[in-house]
């Protein structure tokens, strides 16, 4: 059954204040993990698909890394709008043609002006 | 990019009422749709998966007599909350898929409101 942990539950920062969010994942087989971004009362907003360990992704002020075991989100001087809850997902060879990921319970961050 | 468009954003009724909510995939065709259910501060747990034209599969503890998916097209499934009660109270969230290792979509959620 693959699992995906997601720490810490919640983050504070001040802006400007860089930090990483970690995914820890076990998995039979991954096919890809993915990184969301999910706002109050909204559904998720894709953010990166990482396919292999090394390989690394980049957006704005985000930047997602991946290796055998886990994955970083890396915020580098955030600001408040990047307040939101980010959420961990892998897709693994048990889930073979349905495409179900499972999710970690994320991480809620909030970034202070 | 690909949209999954989901309504109603929120709904309100009473204990007893049956309520259905749609997800559409608005510029793809969609095979395969997800259903999830999100509480308060947790993460979204997957209810069942859609398959158009056949019957959907669902996850181990969701009622499929409760919770009703059809999916009729391509580009639509709706789930039907038969005879709600204040516990089925929730953030529901449909997602889809192009098809192989693309990332989902998700819609923008309903959140259901049971009095």
């Known amino acids: 059954e693959d699992q995906v942990t997601q720490s810490p539950e919640a983050l504070r920062l001040q802006e400007g204040e860089s930090s990483s969010l970690n995914c820890s994942y076990t998995?039979?087989?991954?096919?890809?993990l993915f990184w969301y971004r999910q706002d109050p009362g909204k559904g998720p907003e894709f953010l990166f698909t990482?396919?292999?360990a090394g390989e690394e992704k980049e957006k704005e002020r985000l930047k997602a890394t991946l290796t055998k075991k886990e994955s970083f989100l890396h915020i580098t001087a955030p600001k408040p709008e990047d307040s939101a809850t980010y959420l961990c997902?892998?897709?693994?060879?048990?889930?073979?043609?349905?495409?179900?990921?499972?999710f970690g319970s994320g991480t809620q961050l909030t970034v202070l002006p | 990019g690909a949209v999954v468009s989901q309504h109603p954003s929120w709904v309100i009724c009473k204990s007893g009422t049956s309520v259905k909510i749609e997800c559409r995939s608005l510029?793809?065709?969609?095979?395969?749709m997800f259903w999830y259910r999100q509480f308060p501060k947790q993460s979204l747990m997957l209810m069942a998966t859609?398959?158009?034209?056949?019957?959907?599969?669902?996850e181990q503890g969701v009622e499929k007599d409760k919770f009703l998916i059809n999916h009729a097209s391509l580009t639509l499934s709706t789930l039907t909350v038969t005879s709600a009660h204040p516990e089925d109270s929730s953030f529901y969230i449909c997602?889809?898929?192009?098809?192989?290792?693309?990332?989902?979509?998700f819609g923008s959620g309903t959140q259901l409101s049971v009095l």
């Open positions: 997602s889809a898929s192009r098809g192989g290792n693309e990332k989902l979509f």
């Open positions: 998995v039979s087989g991954l096919r890809g």
């Open positions: 990482l396919y292999s």
């Open positions: 997902a892998v897709l693994g060879l048990s889930s073979g043609s349905a495409r179900q990921l499972t």
């Open positions: 510029d793809f065709q969609a095979t395969t």
């Open positions: 859609s398959n158009e034209g056949s019957k959907a599969t669902y």
